[in-house]
């Protein structure tokens, strides 16, 4: 969230109300949006803890009751998976170098991957369930 930008949407003391709502401009949870405004001197300490109480009795504390929209993906990822498929790099062949589960890598790439099943084999997240015993990268198009 660019300072220039909250700063210039968000007033001083804002309520939660109107976190809640303008949340949706940034794509970002209302506790974050809530500690970007807290960062940036919007709110007092005292407004903060707060803010965060009433978002954490609402239920915003574990999650966002009102859902949040689609995760923003990354351009460079998709570059990354493309180049790798022709050199045979399996996913868990990466995640391994990296020093991490496949399930961790998956969560860290939003689903730009595939997901590695047991015994080398991913799945190809194809309509009908086959599975590529190549182990690629399956790239979104």
Known sequence: MPAASVLGHMPAGARVDQTI???TNWKVSAM?????IHD???LTDWQYRSACAELSTR???TGEPAGMRKRETSQVLV?????LKPKGMRASDVA???GITISEMSNLLFGQMITALEGG???TGS???SRARGGLYAVPS
């Open 40 to 42: 940036l001197g919007l």
């Open 59 to 61: 239920g915003y504390r």
């Open 32 to 36: 974050a949006l809530t500690y970007r």
């Open 127 to 129: 309509p009908k369930g």
């Open 96 to 98: 391994q170098q990296l």
């Open 121 to 123: 084999a991913e799945s």
């Open 21 to 23: 709502e303008d949340k």
């Open 79 to 83: 570059k990354v998976f493309r180049a």
